[in-house]
């Protein structure tokens, strides 16, 4: 079984995703919320997760876009 067709999964694909969308990593549980931004990053404050750059990795532990999980308010 593929852990990117998980229910809930962000699976690589930004049409998936609302611009309010606060994504967790799977590995390290960082949260990206879209209201707060990323200092490490320098994202400012505002921008969508499917907004990031394609350089953006887990600023905790390096992870990879597509491995972050969309939490379900
Ligand atoms: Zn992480």
Known sequence: MNEAFLPGSY???PGKLTDAARLECK???YVYDPTVGDEYWQIPPGTPFSHLPDHW???EC???RDGFM???D
Do not use: A, K, N, Y
């Open 11 to 13: 699976g690589g694909d």
């Open 27 to 29: 590995i390290c549980w």
């Open 57 to 59: 990795t887990c600023p």
């Open 62 to 64: 390096d992870g990879q």
């Open 70 to 72: 969309l939490i379900e």
